[in-house]
């Protein structure tokens, strides 16, 4: 059964630091688009970073590009977000997803948000960044 369990999140002072874990299970990468997501409340659902194993395309939302970074462990099954330098508007849950055959990073971040019933989704981790 396709698992994915997300951890790492907190509270953090604005300019901080936290990494964000996505460890999966139940199914081999090969063909998957695995990636962060996140929802704050009152908002909709926003692609944060994905990446694309077929291809190895990696996309960033405007808002956080040059602060987060996304990485995968292929031994660890796990993928990470490493997010520096954080504003208060990037408190929100943060969850991990992953489905199959996506072109690229870019379509998935994009449309996946908008496909809740679709692939696979963990159950969130709060980050909230406040003084």
């Known amino acids: 059964q396709l698992q994915l369990v997300e951890s790492g999140g907190g509270v953090v002072q604005p300019g901080g630091s936290l990494r964000l874990s996505c460890v999966t299970s139940?199914?081999?990468?090969?063909?998957?688009?695995i990636g962060w997501f996140r929802q704050a409340p009152g908002k909709e659902r926003e692609g944060v970073s994905c990446?694309?194993?077929?291809?190895?395309?990696?996309h960033y939302a405007d808002s956080v590009k040059g602060r987060f970074t996304i990485s995968r462990d292929n031994a660890k099954n796990t993928v990470y977000l490493e997010m520096n330098s954080l504003k208060p508007e990037d408190t929100a849950v943060y969850y991990c997803?992953?489905?199959?055959?996506?072109?690229?990073?870019?379509?998935?971040?994009?449309?996946?948000?908008?496909?809740?019933?679709?692939?696979?989704w963990g159950q969130g981790t709060q980050v909230t960044v406040s003084s």
């Open positions: 139940g199914f081999s990468w090969d063909y998957y688009a």
């Open positions: 990446i694309n194993i077929s291809d190895n395309s990696i």
């Open positions: 997803s992953a489905d199959q055959h996506w072109m690229d990073a870019r379509n998935f971040c994009v449309a996946q948000p908008r496909r809740l019933g679709y692939g696979s």
